[in-house]
Nanobody, 123 residues
Framework: QVQLVESGGGLVQTGGSQLISCAFS????????MGWIRQAPGKERELVAS????????YYLDSVKGRFTISRDNAKNTVYLQMSSLKPEDTAVYYC????????????????WGQGTQVTVSS
């Protein structure tokens, strides 16, 4: 049973940075594409970023390109999202997600989700 546990969320100021992490267990991490999905209150979920099993060809939501960086450490079964130049509209619960596919850039392709971590960006 794949389990994902996020950490590192919190309150940051506009323009600030935040690193969130996700620990994967219950499967072979290197077989899965990994992603970060966010949901703001009253809004639909959106795929923020994803990375293939090998780390090749990362995907980013247009609104976060140049500000967020996704990375993974297959030796540690961990995926990261480094968020910079944060804006109030980035405020959301951020979920770590895993796809049984080796690469995934669509929300519907993610099979497993973590519990989420709140990121709040103050104006």
């Amino acid at each position: 049973q794949v389990q994902l546990v996020e950490s590192g969320g919190g309150l940051v100021q506009t323009g600030g940075s935040q690193l969130i992490s996700c620990a994967f267990s219950g499967g072979t991490f290197s077989n899965y594409a990994m992603g970060w999905i966010r949901q703001a209150p009253g809004k639909e979920r959106e795929l923020v970023a994803s990375i293939s099993f090998s780390g090749q060809t990362p995907y980013y939501l247009d609104s976060v390109k140049g500000r967020f960086t996704i990375s993974r450490d297959n030796a540690k079964n961990t995926v990261y999202l480094q968020m910079s130049s944060l804006k109030p509209e980035d405020t959301a619960v951020y979920y770590c997600a895993a796809s049984a596919r080796g690469a995934a850039s669509r929300l519907s392709l993610f099979n497993y989700w973590g519990q989420g971590t709140q990121v709040t960006v103050s104006s």
